[in-house]
């Protein structure tokens, strides 16, 4: 089995971003360490603090984005850092050639109870017209991407990326500490009868995402055998979609703050948006490509639909406004 590294090489990466590539996985691997340890590492439960989102941070989130930030910090090549546990963009070095954004922990509310979560990463030249710690740096449209991935902590740790080109998957060899690569070119099946979405949302749904569920579930025979398959990681979420097909879905929704949803831009939905469609997906917000979109700002939210194109594109001919 091929090595990270020469798969890099053959891919034509630089050798910057290589490096770089290998800093993100070093954190990676400390923190697969500790959650694969559980109630050994002494890291799960909640502290007290809530992050800018509102949401109870997990003591496994505040130590995978520590363990994230400072080596990140320590990498020459880092301009810039943006967290979804950090406020503000964090600062590195002022030469550097390249900004990094994580998720240190998606699906945290799984931490606790031995489920799929996940560290989602996105890394894109930085900005020579704004300042080097500039929430601007990051105000980059998902298309300029150089390389977005995730790394998948189950029952075997996997490491989902593309560099622009394919997206491959590499499983973690704990017997040397290495990424191995597992699935050379991952292919999204163009269709399923799979949906990934928190049907509980329904009730807070506008009118045409409601019809759309109403003829799946009830009215349109062609969806008779359909699933349902929702885990509330949406990196393991998009990983089950990518592998084998499906939609995951988050709408916009009437409650409080959800008026575009839950699925953060910067560090979630581009990168997985990226790898979907490396795979031969599609992601989309409202109708438009997620990779189009010019962010306005650091924590913004999107709706989300994104996995297998006819599934996405159905989703959205049937909801669109007109
Ligand atoms: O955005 C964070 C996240 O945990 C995603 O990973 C997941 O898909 C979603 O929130 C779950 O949200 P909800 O509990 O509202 O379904």
């Known amino acids: 089995m091929k090595r990270l590294v020469p798969v890099l090489k053959q891919d034509g990466v630089n050798t910057d971003l290589i490096m770089l590539i290998r800093t993100v ?17 002494g890291v799960l439960g909640s502290t007290l603090d809530e992050n800018i989102q509102g949401e ?12 994230l930030k400072d080596i990140l910090a320590d990498d020459d090549s880092v301009r810039a850092i943006a967290s979804e546990e950090e406020d503000y963009v964090v600062g590195a070095h002022p030469e550097g050639k390249y900004i990094v954004a994580f998720d240190p922990l998606d699906g945290s509310s799984n931490i606790d109870i031995n489920g799929q979560i996940g560290t989602i990463f996105t890394i894109y030249e930085a900005r020579d017209d704004v300042a080097f710690d500039s929430p601007e740096q990051f105000a980059q449209k998902g298309s300029e991407q150089v390389c977005a991935g995730y790394v998948l ?10 560099t622009g ?9 704990l017997t040397h500490g290495g990424y191995l690569l597992t699935e050379d070119e991952m292919e999204t099946p163009i269709n399923s009868k799979e949906f ?9 749904w506008p009118q045409n995402i409601q019809s759309y569920f109403n003829d799946i579930l009830y009215a349109d025979e062609q969806y008779a055998g359909s699933s349902v398959r929702y885990n509330a990681a949406m990196v393991g979420d998009v990983h089950r979609v990518m592998s084998r097909g499906g939609i995951f879905l988050y709408p916009a929704d009437s409650r409080a703050g ?9 560090y979630e939905a581009n990168p997985l948006a ?32 994104l996995g297998s194109k006819e599934q996405v594109l159905e989703f959205d001919s049937k909801t669109s406004a007109d």
């Not at 109870?56 to 363990?67: I, P, T």
């Not at 990934?196 to 807070?204: K, Q």
């Open 258 to 266: 959800n008026d575009n949803g839950k699925i953060r831009l910067l």
């Open 56 to 67: 109870v941070q997990k003591k496994l989130d505040v130590v995978s984005n520590q363990l």
């Open 196 to 204: 990934s979405v928190n049907m509980a949302n329904f009730r807070y």
């Open 25 to 41: 996985l070093a954190a990676s691997k400390e923190i697969a360490f500790r959650v694969s340890q559980g109630e050994l590492a």
């Open 153 to 162: 902590y189950g029952a075997s740790t996997l490491l989902v990326m593309t």
């Open 165 to 173: 080109g394919p997206t491959r998957c590499y499983t973690l060899d």
């Open 274 to 305: 990226m790898l979907v469609e490396n795979a031969g997906g599609l992601a989309t917000s409202n109708g438009q490509s997620i990779l189009d979109i010019s962010p306005s700002s650091l924590h913004q939210r999107v709706p989300v639909a």
